[in-house]
């Protein structure tokens, strides 16, 4: 099945809601999950769930699939890695391997902070 490209702006828009982000965690967890878990697990009705996951689907977040009366959802692991890839662009560098340990990380050199590296007559510290 042929996929058309996601655009990262309506996944950040798909991910903004707290609980679509709930959502997308849960998907996450299994290969497949079932709808009717989420209507055990989220504090809000049916529909507001039936609502929250069009807007994930359309941002082509997760695939819904419904077996007779039953939906389930799988999150789209390859818009999530390519979401990180655009942002990955904006701060290239090295890339933490996946499943790396706090041991690792502390053996890889530490890239000295913008505020370390910068003086006062270089550049301006930028702060939020």
């Known amino acids: 099945m042929s996929r058309e490209p ?4 309506e996944v950040f828009k798909a991910l903004c809601d707290p609980i679509r982000w709930s959502i997308v965690q849960q998907v996450a967890q299994e ?3 079932a709808c009717s878990i989420l209507e055990d697990m ?7 769930i039936s ?6 689907t359309q941002a082509g977040v ?9 939906y389930f959802y799988t ?4 818009v999530v890695r390519e979401v990180i890839d655009e942002l990955w662009t904006l701060a290239p560098g090295d890339r933490p ?3 790396s340990t706090a041991e690792d990380e502390a053996r890889q050199p530490r890239r000295p902070s913008l505020a370390e590296t910068s ?9 939020w």
């Open 6 to 9: 996601v655009a990262v702006t």
């Open 31 to 33: 290969e497949e999950f």
């Open 42 to 48: 989220l504090p809000v009705s049916k529909p507001t």
């Open 51 to 56: 609502y929250h996951t069009k807007i994930l």
């Open 62 to 70: 997760i695939e819904v699939r419904k077996r007779g009366r039953n």
């Open 75 to 78: 999150l789209r692991r390859d």
């Open 97 to 99: 391997e996946v499943g």
């Open 119 to 127: 003086s006062d007559t270089d550049a301006p510290l930028l702060t």
